[in-house]
């Protein structure tokens, strides 16, 4: 048995009947920079990694945020560790690499562990590299755990390992004393009790050991769900098979290697992932590692477009634009050239899409579900009780003919219709990168959560730093966010379910106008306009009436066959196709009846969360939105999540409350994750 060799190399002894564990260590010592002012310039700062032993140490001066492709071209930022020695038992060692904590340093605070970013790399014979952890945040490893690795058993000459340990400052850590999104603060109180960056500290060992019992390695994400399949499917006590495998003749005739979920929603339970502030369904496991996903809900209710293609459709515009900018780090979760195949199947049993004569791709990072998928989600139950019936009319991508698109109706069954007559559900669809780590159990009230996404946010984190969909606590009741505004902080909320007085659904008019809060000869409780902003407003708590600013209602008709834009944009109609909402020229309150300014409202058309969610085919209510139809009528949900319209004054349906709160709100307190038996909405304060 080999001694140490010096001070970068530790070894792995065996005796002829145990092992000797050996733990080495080393430590990231107190670092600090500042930034000061708006432009957050970088004044100075140092890093020291050191072993454990003291006897070698990386110094890095004027230390700033990188991105891993700057990080990678530096020379100064790791340290080199190698594990040797030899096995001649017979059963193999198992040993294992992980991330801990360092010391404590009295009077200092340490760095949120998502800002500290490591490379893990094993060195061959010779010197190429392998990446065995790329650009991992601190928090993201499973039980701290980086490696697990084996010394082969009966091996009478030394074994060498040599690792190299890369160590940066996340690219988007913010340093500032007057940006709200900041990571850290520039000086001491940018926030009450908020200390400065120079004040902050990281300290994190590296341990080493192993023994005779099998590890398990970190696992990929599609590899952790494989496993809750097969955990699923070999449980003594359930007999269901939550899993459709495309598998060259396993279970059917077909040979793309393919796992789709298939089955009720009792079997497929396994498969809920929490990403970007919404609650997400894998569909499928590619061979590659890459998945499927589906939104668990239709997130707003729109007209498909002028033709049935998907290609510049308006279902495609939202996705790829007002969709796309709610994703938290696209470019390294999600396929941005993902291929969406829209080729028309009008078959009364949906075929491979692959497989049809004329080709339709596009491609793109967000789609649909075409029927083929969808159909291979009830090949394990009924129509009516697959785990992807959510109770509401959803589109799919797939054109039925030349005239019908492909829906999924509130019963589950597959039907079609007009693009530009009808306005059903949008449950927009991605495809994971493969490599991804996950977090969790997958399970509803504990879904997976992709490293890579916002992490839970310490208390004092700025509201208006978050996620679009993720929950808030107001006044005792549950709202998503639905929009930030960048400019000035502020941040949008709508309320989840309609309101309601003692559990039964509240029913109103509209107003007496097609136009919210513009009557002025009808102000009573029986329009929601008024109750909104009077009665109910009145009714808020102080505390949580002081957090609301008056926001901007758009009001820009929707008819039928109208691209959703048109709510909110006044551009014309020929122009709206190639503008984004972002960029179009909105409606202000010099245009006559198209806009309101109040502190409530009601979902937009178009609006993220803008459509039923609730209880399914049993919806308690129809639902109104704030969008007039037309001059004389107004656009509402209906209970299965299609919009129509009815005239504001005569019919009588459901709210949920849209408000503004003000810029400077922070969470204290909850994961903004509602879900199964996890209810954890953000608490907020001033």
């Given at each position: 048995m080999?001694n140490?060799?010096n001070?970068?190399?530790?070894?792995?002894?065996?005796?002829?009947?145990g092992?000797?564990?050996?733990?080495m260590?080393s430590?990231?010592a107190f670092?600090?920079?500042?930034?000061?002012?708006?432009?957050n310039?970088?004044?100075?700062?140092?890093?020291?990694?050191?072993?454990?032993?003291g006897?070698?140490?990386i110094?890095l001066e004027?230390v700033?945020?990188m991105?891993k492709?700057?990080?990678r071209?530096?020379?100064?930022?790791?340290?080199?560790f190698t594990?040797?020695?030899?096995?001649?038992s017979d059963?193999?060692?198992y040993?294992e690499?992980?991330?801990?904590y360092g010391?404590d340093?009295?009077?200092y605070?340490?760095?949120?562990d998502?800002d500290?970013?490591f490379d893990?790399?094993?060195v061959?014979d010779?010197?190429e590299?392998t990446?065995?952890v790329?650009?991992k945040?601190f928090?993201?490893?499973?039980?701290?755990?980086?490696w697990?690795d084996t010394?082969?058993?009966?091996?009478?000459t030394?074994?060498?390992?040599?690792?190299?340990?890369?160590v940066?400052?996340n690219e988007?850590v913010?340093?500032?004393?007057?940006?709200?999104?900041?990571?850290?603060?520039?000086?001491d109180n940018?926030?009450?009790?908020?200390?400065?960056?120079?004040k902050?500290?990281?300290?994190v060992?590296i341990?080493?050991f192993?023994?005779?019992?099998e590890?398990?390695?970190?696992?990929s994400?599609?590899?952790?769900v494989?496993k809750a399949i097969?955990?699923?499917i070999?449980?003594e006590?359930n007999?269901?098979n939550?899993?459709?495998?495309?598998?060259?003749?396993?279970?059917?005739d077909e040979t793309?290697?393919?796992?789709?979920?298939?089955?009720?929603?009792t079997?497929?339970d396994m498969?809920?992932?929490?990403?970007?502030?919404k609650l997400?369904?894998?569909?499928?496991i590619?061979p590659?590692g890459?998945?499927?996903?589906i939104t668990?809900?239709?997130?707003?209710a729109?007209?498909w477009?002028?033709?049935v293609?998907y290609?510049?459709?308006?279902?495609?515009?939202?996705?790829?634009?007002?969709?796309?900018?709610?994703?938290v780090?696209?470019?390294d979760?999600i396929i941005?050239?993902?291929i969406?195949n829209?080729?028309?199947d009008?078959?009364s049993?949906?075929?491979?899409?692959?497989?049809?004569?004329?080709?339709?791709?596009k491609e793109?990072?967000i789609g649909?579900l075409?029927?083929?998928?969808?159909y291979?989600?009830?090949?394990n139950?009924d129509?009516?009780?697959?785990?992807?019936?959510i109770?509401?009319n959803?589109?799919?991508?797939?054109?039925?003919?030349?005239?019908?698109?492909?829906?999924v109706?509130?019963?589950?069954?597959?039907?079609h219709n007009?693009?530009s007559s009808?306005?059903?559900?949008?449950r927009p669809s991605?495809?994971?990168k493969?490599?991804?780590e996950?977090?969790?159990t997958?399970?509803?009230s504990?879904?997976?959560?992709?490293?890579g996404?916002?992490?839970?946010?310490?208390?004092?984190t700025?509201?208006?730093?978050?996620?679009?969909?993720?929950?808030v606590?107001f006044?005792?009741d549950n709202y998503?966010?639905?929009?930030?505004?960048?400019?000035?902080?502020t941040?949008?909320l709508t309320r989840?379910?309609?309101?309601?007085?003692?559990?039964?659904v509240?029913t109103k008019?509209?107003?007496?106008?097609?136009y919210?809060g513009?009557?002025?000869?009808?102000?009573t409780?029986?329009y929601?306009?008024?109750?909104?902003n009077n009665t109910w407003y009145n009714n808020?708590?102080?505390t949580?009436?002081?957090?609301?600013?008056?926001?901007?209602?758009?009001?820009?008709l929707y008819?039928?066959?109208?691209?959703?834009?048109?709510?909110l944009?006044?551009?014309t109609a020929?122009?709206?196709?190639?503008?984004?909402?972002?960029?179009c020229?909105?409606y202000?309150s010099?245009?006559?009846?198209?806009t309101f300014?109040g502190?409530?409202?009601?979902?937009r058309?178009g609006?993220?969360f803008?459509?039923?969610l609730?209880?399914?085919?049993?919806?308690?209510?129809?639902?109104?939105?704030i969008?007039p139809?037309s001059?004389?009528?107004?656009?509402?949900?209906f209970?299965?999540?299609?919009?129509?319209s009815h005239?504001?004054?005569?019919?009588?349906y459901?709210?949920?409350?849209?408000i503004?709160?003000k810029?400077g709100?922070?969470i204290t307190?909850?994961t903004?994750?509602?879900?199964?038996?996890?209810?954890?909405?953000?608490?907020?304060s001033?």
């Amino acid at each position: 048995m080999k001694n140490l060799i010096n001070n970068k190399k530790i070894m792995i002894g065996l005796l002829t009947f145990g092992i000797v564990m050996i733990v080495m260590g080393s430590s990231l010592a107190f670092f600090n920079y500042t930034r000061t002012g708006a432009n957050n310039r970088l004044i100075t700062g140092n890093i020291y990694l050191t072993l454990n032993e003291g006897l070698d140490k990386i110094s890095l001066e004027n230390v700033f945020p990188m991105t891993k492709e700057e990080a990678r071209s530096k020379t100064n930022n790791f340290i080199t560790f190698t594990l040797s020695g030899v096995n001649t038992s017979d059963k193999d060692i198992y040993y294992e690499i992980k991330l801990k904590y360092g010391d404590d340093k009295t009077g200092y605070t340490r760095f949120n562990d998502k800002d500290l970013v490591f490379d893990l790399i094993e060195v061959g014979d010779n010197n190429e590299e392998t990446y065995i952890v790329d650009a991992k945040s601190f928090d993201s490893f499973n039980d701290r755990k980086v490696w697990v690795d084996t010394v082969d058993h009966n091996t009478t000459t030394e074994v060498v390992k040599t690792y190299k340990l890369r160590v940066w400052l996340n690219e988007d850590v913010i340093i500032s004393d007057s940006n709200p999104n900041r990571s850290y603060c520039a000086i001491d109180n940018c926030v009450t009790g908020e200390v400065a960056f120079k004040k902050h500290y990281a300290s994190v060992k590296i341990s080493v050991f192993g023994d005779f019992t099998e590890k398990e390695r970190p696992l990929s994400g599609s590899q952790k769900v494989l496993k809750a399949i097969n955990n699923k499917i070999n449980a003594e006590t359930n007999a269901c098979n939550p899993i459709w495998v495309d598998d060259n003749g396993t279970t059917n005739d077909e040979t793309d290697d393919i796992t789709y979920f298939s089955g009720t929603n009792t079997c497929v339970d396994m498969n809920y992932v929490w990403y970007s502030g919404k609650l997400w369904r894998i569909t499928a496991i590619y061979p590659d590692g890459s998945m499927k996903m589906i939104t668990e809900d239709a997130l707003t209710a729109i007209n498909w477009g002028s033709t049935v293609e998907y290609d510049g459709s308006w279902v495609y515009q939202w996705l790829n634009e007002d969709f796309y900018d709610t994703l938290v780090n696209p470019s390294d979760i999600i396929i941005a050239n993902s291929i969406w195949n829209y080729s028309t199947d009008g078959n009364s049993t949906p075929v491979k899409p692959e497989t049809i004569a004329t080709q339709k791709t596009k491609e793109a990072p967000i789609g649909l579900l075409n029927a083929y998928e969808y159909y291979n989600a009830y090949r394990n139950a009924d129509r009516s009780t697959n785990y992807l019936n959510i109770g509401y009319n959803w589109w799919l991508l797939t054109p039925y003919s030349t005239s019908d698109v492909r829906y999924v109706y509130s019963n589950g069954n597959l039907s079609h219709n007009s693009p530009s007559s009808y306005t059903d559900g949008v449950r927009p669809s991605i495809n994971l990168k493969s490599g991804l780590e996950f977090a969790g159990t997958g399970i509803k009230s504990n879904p997976y959560k992709i490293v890579g996404d916002k992490e839970n946010p310490i208390n004092g984190t700025l509201i208006s730093s978050r996620s679009v969909g993720e929950y808030v606590k107001f006044d005792g009741d549950n709202y998503r966010i639905v929009s930030i505004d960048e400019t000035n902080g502020t941040t949008k909320l709508t309320r989840v379910d309609y309101l309601r007085d003692n559990g039964t659904v509240i029913t109103k008019n509209f107003a007496s106008t097609a136009y919210f809060g513009k009557s002025t000869n009808t102000q009573t409780d029986t329009y929601w306009d008024y109750y909104l902003n009077n009665t109910w407003y009145n009714n808020i708590n102080t505390t949580y009436k002081n957090m609301l600013v008056d926001g901007t209602y758009y009001l820009g008709l929707y008819p039928n066959n109208t691209n959703y834009k048109a709510t909110l944009c006044k551009d014309t109609a020929s122009t709206l196709d190639s503008i984004t909402t972002k960029n179009c020229t909105k409606y202000t309150s010099s245009d006559a009846n198209k806009t309101f300014t109040g502190k409530v409202g009601l979902p937009r058309v178009g609006d993220m969360f803008s459509s039923q969610l609730g209880s399914g085919y049993s919806s308690s209510s129809n639902i109104w939105t704030i969008t007039p139809y037309s001059t004389s009528n107004v656009r509402y949900i209906f209970d299965i999540g299609s919009l129509y319209s009815h005239s504001p004054s005569s019919g009588t349906y459901g709210g949920r409350p849209s408000i503004v709160i003000k810029s400077g709100i922070k969470i204290t307190g909850g994961t903004g994750y509602v879900g199964g038996d996890t209810n954890s909405p953000f608490e907020i304060s001033e």
